[in-house]
């Protein structure tokens, strides 16, 4: 029986340690520009915003940040239609994210009226370099 027990606690203790090893990996091998984007602003004053995208807004704080910080996409490059739907839906596919169709529509909805609120330069000089 403890020998048992014993070899449980090795056994839990080596899982420990690997997944230490590998988040530290995981960690050191994040790209640069998206560990830049980690580092900035976490939160959007959304106090202006429409109620619906005050609430779709919590959506996607509550669900973004399951995976990773919501600076990764608050400060990020995407601000066209087509760059959210594409990453949203990746992100929708990523296990455990909890991001369901509906929740998924509902943050790109917040994340396209966002990018052309608060990222509007941005927004129109992408606009322009696809016409």
């Known amino acids: ?15 420990v340690l690997l ?6 990996r995981v960690q050191n091998t994040l790209d640069p520009r998206i560990a830049a984007y980690d580092k900035g602003a976490a939160t959007i004053d959304v106090s202006k915003y429409p109620a619906d995208m005050q609430a779709r807004y919590k959506l996607f704080s509550s669900r973004c940040s399951k995976c990773h910080t919501p600076a990764r996409a608050i400060n990020c490059e995407f601000a066209l239609e087509d ?17 369901s169709a509906a929740d998924g529509k509902e943050i790109y909805e917040f994340l396209a009226f966002d990018s052309k609120t608060r990222k509007k330069a941005l927004y129109e000089k992408k606009l322009k370099e696809i016409k």
Not at 87 to 99: C, N, Q, T
């Open 19 to 24: 997944a230490t090893w590998f988040d530290a």
């Open 83 to 99: 760059e959210w739907e594409r990453y949203v839906k990746r992100m929708m596919r990523k296990p455990g994210s909890g991001i």
């Open 1 to 15: 029986m403890k020998s048992t027990l014993s070899l449980l606690a090795t056994g839990a203790t080596l899982i």
